[in-house]
């Protein structure tokens, strides 16, 4: 059984920044993917950012240079930092692991920017 619990979520004003925090419990593989989506009110979920178990990233461009995810194998927890935040960025952010064959999910967490 795996489980991903996220924490961080918040109000934050334009160009606030927040950190979100997931971390896994379980049957967790050494070689795993962790990331982050979001989805938006009245939107399908989009993807954020990702971070193999190697330290390799990648981000979907709207948050590229202002969004950083990094991770801590020991903890198997992965971080979210994100900075100049934006109206825009305005969502409930998934958790996601990649654990060999299976995905799992985190709850969500709330992030409202305001202008």
């Known amino acids: 059984q795996v489980q991903l619990v996220e924490s961080g979520g918040g109000s934050v004003q334009v160009g606030g920044s927040l950190r979100l925090s997931c971390a896994a419990s379980?049957?967790?593989?050494?070689?795993?993917?962790m990331g982050w989506y979001r989805q938006a009110p009245g939107k399908q979920r989009e993807f954020v950012a990702r971070?193999?178990?190697?330290?390799?990233?990648y981000y979907a461009d709207s948050v590229k240079g202002r969004f950083t995810c990094s991770r801590d194998n020991a903890k198997n927890t992965v971080y979210l930092q994100m900075d100049s935040l934006k109206p825009e960025d305005t969502a409930v952010y998934y958790c996601?692991?990649?654990?060999?064959?299976?995905?799992?999910w985190g709850q969500g967490t709330q992030v409202t920017v305001s202008s």
């Open positions: 996601k692991l990649s654990n060999g064959p299976h995905d799992y």
């Open positions: 379980g049957s967790i593989f050494s070689i795993n993917r």
């Open positions: 971070i193999a178990s190697d330290g390799s990233t």
